[in-house]
Each structure stands twice: as C-alpha cells, then as structure tokens.
C-alpha cells in the first residue's frame, strides 16, 4: 500500500517541480556568488539588523513610540557609541603592546637578544604572517586626532581605503533602513512564496523563525558574556593584547566549539613576550588556559543553560559542516545565511519527507500561526 502511495506522490508533475526548484536554486547560488562583493553590505546589514530588533523593541517601549524610525536610529547610535567607546579607550593600549612585541620581535632578529632555538621557527612563522608592526601602523592611522592632522592627504593615499569607508557607510545605511521597515519586510518575504503553497511554506519558516531566534539571539548573548569574561581574565594574567584576544574569542563563540582556535595565537602571544626574559612561556600560557577553562565553566554551565534553554535541533558538527560548505560555496554571504539555509532544509526535510503531515494537520497549524 505504501508502494502505491509512494507511485501516486512522485508523479510526473512533482518530479518536473522538483527539478525545476533544484535549477533555480542552483542557479540563485551562482548568481549571488557572482554578485558576492555588491551584496556582502547587505547580507551584513540584514544579520546586524535582525540582531539589533529586540534593542529596537526596547527603546520603542521606552519612548512609547508608535513608528520604528526614531527608535531605530537611537538604537544604531547606542551601538555605534559603545564600539566608539571601546575602540577610543583601548586601541591606545593595544597599539602600546603592539609595540612591545614588534620590539621584541626586532630585539632578537637583530640579535641584541639571544634567540633560543625552539622559538626560531615561532618568530619566523609571526614576522612572515602576523607582522605586528605593520598592524601597529594601521591601527595608529585609525586615531582621530591623526586623522583630522592629516586632512586631505589621507584620500589620496589609498582609493581601496576610500572603497573600503564607503562600503562599511553604506551597510550603515541598510541597516538603518532594513529596521526602519523590518515588519514590512518580513511580510514582503511572505508574499514571494506562490499563495497555492504558501499555508505550509509559512509553517516551515515559522520553524526555521524560532529556531534562529533562539539560537542567533540567545548565543549572541552568551557570546557577549563571553567576550566580558575573557577581556578581564586575560587582563588580570597579563596577557598582551588582552582586550583584541577576548573579543576575538567572543565572536567565535556564535560558532560552537570555534572558539578554542584563539588557543593558536594566544599560544604566539606568549612565547614572544616570554622572549623579554620578565615572565616563561609556560607561566603566562598556563594562566591564560585557567581563563579559558574558568570562562567556559560559567559559560556552558551557568549562562547556555539559563538563555539559552533547549537546543536549536543542530548539533556542532552539523552547524561546522554547514558553514564549511556554505562558506566555500558563497564565501562570506554563505557563511552568514549558512544556518537559516539549513535549519530551513532540515526542518522541510522532517516535516513533509520524513514525517510527511496530513493536509489537514498542516492546515490547522497554519490556523494556530
């Protein structure tokens, strides 16, 4: 019996669907690959956006607004203020360190310093790649005093710079005007699925739409407690770079399990300031692991558990494959939209070919929506 209703479900019809959806899909792929660098503003723009709605939803209450612009902009500049902050009262002290590894670095090379032979492959690997004083230049120049000094001069240093401003103003721009009309857009999205299927194709997003919601929302937030963490734990050991290393380690966090590849340059960090004879390589690693495994204590045992609550449905590994294979495919974009993308074919994947649902369940769950 199954047999037959197997026959009478792959007809001729449906399998000319499923092909026609396969090409488009494929096709859609190559064309966002090939638009890559013009969309990457706004793929960005949307997940900054989509992160900053429940900030939005915040101020709108607080200022008992009907509309979303006022709130919006509020929201933007809240953000824009504390990364302004951040970057205004650390880049000095970062740009500081910076210079004690590059003198350092130089110290031995130049043999003023003797060189003991298993950090020689370590300072050659870190001079090669890292070049801390061509960083230490760069993140000098974002200084603002030295960029009103320098005026006029400063464009017509580098057209890729200009580019490079103008790109990150521009996902400003989306951003402000993708949560200006967020509700409208959402429901724009609704209307691009063909009304014939759209019952069933809403009961998957909505899936998908918590789904993202709890997992984006919630682990950005662990993700945040994480960076704090971290920043004041590699400070209380003396880690150089203490405040760059947290917040890296905190934006890997989105990722499970991604942020423990921070051990690589902590690791470098170490030897090369154990290299000044003040403290030994072993010393000041082991302390920076006891901030990795305190920090990961409070994380996984005290804040995942509170936030975040059940699990979104994909496990580690399938959230890495996923982003390994959208993130080859369309780069940066892919790895954005990696886990909606996804988390939406799985959940298709359960509700209509695994456990396919009756007609008649999908129409009352539509009706519950």
Same mark, same amino acid.
């Given at each position: 019996?199954?047999?037959?209703?197997? $026959?009478?479900?792959?007809?001729?019809?449906?399998?000319?669907?499923?092909?026609?959806?396969?090409?488009? %899909?494929? &096709?859609?792929?190559?064309?966002?690959?090939?638009?890559?660098?013009?969309?990457?503003?706004?793929?960005?723009?949307?997940?900054?956006?989509?992160?900053?709605?429940?900030?939005?939803?915040?101020?709108?209450?607080?200022?008992?607004?009907?509309?979303?612009?006022?709130?919006?902009?509020?929201?933007?500049?809240?953000?824009?203020?504390?990364? %302004?902050?951040?970057?205004?009262?650390?880049?000095?002290? +970062?740009?500081?360190?910076?210079?004690?590894?590059?003198?350092?670095?130089?110290? +031995?090379?130049?043999?003023?310093?003797?060189?003991?032979?298993? /950090?020689?492959?370590?300072?050659?690997?870190?001079?090669?790649?890292?070049?801390?004083?061509?960083?230490?230049?760069?993140?000098?120049?974002?200084?603002?005093?030295?960029?009103?000094?320098?005026? $006029?001069?400063?464009?017509?240093?580098?057209?890729?710079?200009?580019?490079?401003?103008?790109?990150?103003?521009?996902?400003?721009? /989306?951003?402000?005007?993708?949560?200006?009309?967020?509700?409208?857009?959402?429901?724009?999205?609704?209307?691009?699925?063909?009304?014939?299927?759209?019952?069933? &194709?809403?009961?998957?997003?909505?899936?998908?739409?918590?789904?993202?919601?709890?997992?984006?929302?919630?682990?950005?937030?662990?993700?945040?407690?994480?960076?704090?963490?971290?920043?004041?734990?590699?400070?209380?050991?003396?880690?150089?770079?203490?405040?760059?290393?947290?917040?890296?380690?905190?934006?890997?966090?989105?990722?499970?399990?991604?942020? /423990?590849? $921070?051990?690589?340059? +902590? &690791?470098?960090?170490?030897?090369?300031?154990?290299?000044?004879?003040?403290?030994?390589?072993?010393?000041?690693?082991?302390?920076?692991?006891?901030?990795?495994?305190?920090?990961?204590?409070?994380?996984?045992?005290?804040?995942?558990?509170?936030?975040?609550?059940?699990?979104?449905? !994909?496990?580690?590994?399938?959230?890495?494959?996923?982003?390994?294979?959208?993130?080859?495919?369309?780069?940066?974009?892919? !790895?954005?939209?990696?886990?909606?993308? *996804?988390?939406?074919?799985?959940?298709? /994947?359960?509700?209509?070919?695994?456990?396919?649902?009756?007609?008649?369940?999908?129409?009352?769950? $539509?009706? *519950?929506?």
């Amino acid at each position: 019996m199954s047999e037959q209703n197997n $026959t009478h479900f792959w007809n001729i019809d449906r399998i000319m669907k499923l092909i026609i959806g396969i090409a488009i %899909a494929i &096709a859609l792929v190559i064309l966002v690959g090939y638009l890559s660098d013009v969309l990457l503003p706004f793929f960005i723009a949307c997940f900054i956006a989509y992160m900053l709605q429940p900030l939005v939803d915040l101020n709108r209450r607080f200022i008992h607004e009907k509309g979303r612009a006022v709130s919006s902009i509020l929201s933007l500049l809240e953000v824009l203020a504390i990364v %302004a902050g951040i970057i205004y009262f650390f880049l000095p002290s +970062v740009v500081r360190e910076l210079d004690t590894l590059s003198g350092i670095i130089h110290e +031995v090379t130049s043999g003023k310093r003797p060189l003991p032979q298993e /950090y020689i492959m370590i300072i050659d690997w870190v001079e090669k790649y890292i070049q801390p004083s061509a960083l230490k230049s760069q993140l000098t120049n974002l200084h603002l005093g030295t960029l009103i000094s320098k005026g $006029t001069s400063l464009l017509n240093e580098s057209i890729t710079v200009i580019l490079d401003i103008l790109g990150w103003a521009l996902t400003v721009v /989306y951003v402000l005007f993708i949560l200006i009309d967020y509700p409208q857009i959402v429901k724009g999205f609704k209307l691009i699925i063909p009304h014939k299927y759209r019952p069933e &194709a809403m009961i998957v997003v909505k899936d998908v739409q918590n789904s993202m919601d709890h997992y984006f929302r919630g682990q950005g937030l662990v993700a945040l407690c994480a960076a704090v963490f971290y920043c004041i734990g590699f400070s209380i050991v003396g880690l150089p770079l203490a405040v760059p290393m947290g917040i890296l380690v905190g934006i890997l966090y989105m990722i499970p399990y991604f942020q /423990y590849v $921070t051990l690589i340059p +902590v &690791a470098i960090i170490c030897a090369i300031y154990s290299l000044s004879g003040d403290i030994t390589f072993m010393s000041l690693f082991g302390r920076s692991l006891l901030v990795y495994v305190v920090s990961q204590c409070i994380c996984d045992y005290i804040l995942t558990p509170h936030i975040m609550g059940k699990e979104m449905g !994909m496990n580690a590994a399938i959230i890495l494959l996923s982003l390994s294979i959208w993130g080859s495919l369309l780069g940066i974009i892919g !790895m954005i939209i990696a886990l909606p993308v *996804s988390s939406l074919i799985m959940a298709y /994947y359960e509700r209509y070919i695994s456990y396919p649902r009756s007609s008649t369940e999908s129409q009352n769950e $539509t009706e *519950s929506l």
